[in-house]
């Protein structure tokens, strides 16, 4: 593709890319939506999801840098400060701090989601 698309057809090119590449879920998260996984597979995920997006907001800010679009840069940025830790000094929960308080309510242990050792792929990820 050689020229550029207007944002609601990038998502459109993006969403059929995406649809040709992977028709169906992954047999985990389709067992996640369904209410189908047992609770030691929800607490596996859950400790995985977590480490995965962790660090998320450095991503973003990776692309906040690069990008020459202000709306979305806008939209990196709000995202970056939304995935950050607790900037607004507690008034708003940071998703690191929704992540941990759900892990505690499905029964991981505070400790155990902050320290646990994430699968091979998802520590590569992180060391990206």
């Not at 059929?16 to 992954?26: D, G, I, N």
């Not at 400790?47 to 906040?64: M, V």
């Not at 607004?88 to 308080?101: A, E, M, N, R, T």
Request: aromatic residues 10%; proline residues 9%; glycine residues 8%.
């Amino acid at each position: 593709m050689s020229q550029l698309l207007d944002p609601p057809d990038l998502i459109a090119d993006l969403q059929h890319t995406l649809e040709q590449r992977h028709p169906r879920p992954h047999p985990i998260r389709q067992l996640l939506l369904s209410g189908r996984l047992t609770k030691e597979q929800l607490q596996w995920w859950a400790k995985n999801q977590f480490h995965e997006f962790r660090n998320i907001h450095r991503f973003f800010g990776i692309g906040y840098l690069k990008c020459p679009i202000p709306e979305l840069c806008r939209m990196l940025l709000e995202n970056m400060v939304e995935e950050g830790e607790d900037l607004f000094g507690g008034k708003y929960p940071s998703h690191h701090d929704l992540w941990v308080q759900f892990a505690i309510g499905i029964g991981i242990p505070r400790d155990e989601i902050l320290n646990y050792e994430p699968l091979p792929g998802i520590r590569a990820a992180l060391e990206m």
